[in-house]
């Protein structure tokens, strides 16, 4: 299987072969379906907290006296039962995440690259190195290989200061190191753009973890 291969001005050069052993696997749907529920619900932030009884400001003596007055007995204002008193069994911060197995994830990988390839949407640029971190000279980049306004999940070996710089102003653009590219960032972009060292180091990872 090849791919188009363009220099780091935009333009075509040539053709570049994809490892079939990475890009040619078969597509496990449910697999994929595991890991991006699993990926999605580890980002969820369990914050959420109320006060119980005793985290409660207040209630230091009765609010009133206990008998003789024709009304229940109340210890302390801090009561569940009251008004502004504690939660019952509220949200207290926890952590929502799930582990899931090496291989699981690395299958699911492959799946989603394989996605990609069957749909001729990876292409392999020679470098990213651009002199100054300015977004147009980036964009610049990505109007010449027809990718402008399109959402790009960028592959690079190493994430250089002013290829962060220039990416992290473009909403439609993920750069990322290759070593942590996870099937949820391959499916969630409509094209993957890698370099070519960057390219070299992915098949590199997926070939030695299989």
């Not at 400001?57 to 007995?73: D, E, F, S, T, Y």
């Not at 390839?117 to 027809?146: C, F, G, H, R, Y």
Request: hydrophobic share 35%; aromatic share 4%.
């Amino acid at each position: 299987m090849k791919t188009k291969l363009f220099d780091k001005t935009g333009k075509e050069t040539g053709k570049v072969t994809l490892n079939d052993s990475i890009f040619k696997q078969d597509i496990n749907k449910a697999l994929l379906w595991e890991n991006i529920t699993v990926l999605l619900k580890n980002q969820r932030k369990g914050l959420a907290s109320t006060k119980n009884k005793t985290e409660v400001r207040g209630g230091g003596k009765k609010p009133h006296r206990q008998k003789g007055i024709g009304w229940a007995r109340a210890g302390t204002i801090r009561s569940p039962i009251w008004r502004g008193g504690g939660v019952v069994f509220g949200p207290k911060p926890r952590d929502y995440s799930v582990r899931v197995p090496k291989k699981k994830k690395l299958k699911a990988l492959l799946s989603s690259l394989s996605v990609m390839a069957q749909e001729n949407k990876i292409m392999v640029i020679e470098n990213l190195d651009i002199e100054t971190p300015k977004t147009k000279n980036l964009a610049k980049i990505l109007e010449s290989i027809n990718l402008r306004n399109t959402k790009i999940l960028m592959g690079v070996d190493v994430i250089s200061k002013n290829i962060k710089l220039a990416g992290r102003n473009i909403p439609y653009v993920n750069v990322k190191r290759v070593d942590d590219i996870n099937c949820l960032d391959v499916l969630a972009a409509e094209y993957l753009l890698v370099t070519k060292k960057g390219l070299e180091k992915l098949e590199k990872r997926c070939a030695t973890k299989k």
